[in-house]
T-cell receptor
Framework: GAVVSQHPSWVICKSGTSVKIECRSL??????MFWYRQFPKQSLMLMAT?????????EQGVEKDKFLINHASLTLSTLTVTSAHPEDSSFYIC??????????????FGNGTRLTVT | DAKTTQPPSMDCAEGRAANLPCNHS???????VYWYRQIHSQGPQYIIH???NNETNEMASLIITEDRKSSTLILPHATLRDTAVYYC????????????FGKGTSLLVTP
């Protein structure tokens, strides 16, 4: 089955530093990937849509200068949390769909990255 | 996306069938029903999806009513590992769609 790999699975960083999270589709190509964020006891919230070869589109209220997204290839998207602050501590999850599948192909999710900012 | 309504929580005894309902009364003709689950501290796992016909795979069955206003996910023989939050999402199945997650149903499978 389609596998999405996310790295790292957890990271602790100091306030003011930047953290990069990688999302890879292992056995399929993805022209579009999605980044979500989940706070404790809440549901997943879509942050942004990552498009291969073009700029990401961000959901309302998500700062594009703080959450930098790069979709450099058909199998890799990265999310960089810049100048992280404790309120950015959250569970970040990426997802992708097989670009070669039918339009209603399901999204497949990575196992998430637990970010803790101290 | 059509709004979906799910009960916040359900219990099921191990070995029994778990029937998780979802209401999507405003679903449009080209919207699919997708089911995902999230086990604690993991990413969501795809289970099954359908448009109007009932669907079955190795994980579950999806029963969609004829008027498409509701559906039921069936886990035929629930195990403790099926304890998770289950999400029902109705969305147009085109190549660019994202999934917007509601609160889902927290299923607890008990021994």
């Amino acid at each position: 089955g389609a596998v999405v790999s996310q790295h790292p699975s957890w990271v602790i960083c100091k306030s003011g530093t930047s953290v990069k999270i990688e999302c890879r589709s292992l056995d399929f190509q993805a022209t579009t990937m999605f980044w979500y964020r989940q706070f404790p006891k809440q549901s997943l919230m879509l942050m942004a849509t990552s498009n291969e070869g073009s700029k990401a589109t961000y959901e309302q209220g998500v700062e594009k200068d703080k959450f930098l997204i790069n979709h450099a290839s058909l199998t890799l998207s990265t999310l960089t949390v810049t100048s992280a602050h404790p309120e950015d501590s959250s569970f970040y999850i990426c997802s992708a769909r097989d670009a070669g599948g039918p339009p209603n192909s399901p999204l497949h999710f990575g196992n998430g990255t637990r970010l803790t900012v101290t | 996306d059509a709004k979906t309504t799910q009960p916040p929580s359900m219990d099921c005894a191990e070995g029994r069938a778990a029937n998780l309902p979802c209401n999507h009364s405003t679903i449009s003709g080209n919207e699919y029903v997708y089911w995902y689950r999230q086990i604690h501290s993991q990413g969501p796992q795809y289970i099954i999806h359908g448009l109007k016909n009932n669907e079955t795979n190795e994980m579950a069955s999806l029963i969609i009513t004829e008027d498409r206003k509701s559906s039921t996910l069936i886990l035929p023989h629930a195990t403790l590992r099926d304890t998770a939050v289950y999400y029902c999402i109705a969305v147009e199945g085109n190549s660019g769609y994202a999934l917007n997650f509601g609160k889902g149903t927290s299923l607890l499978v008990t021994p």
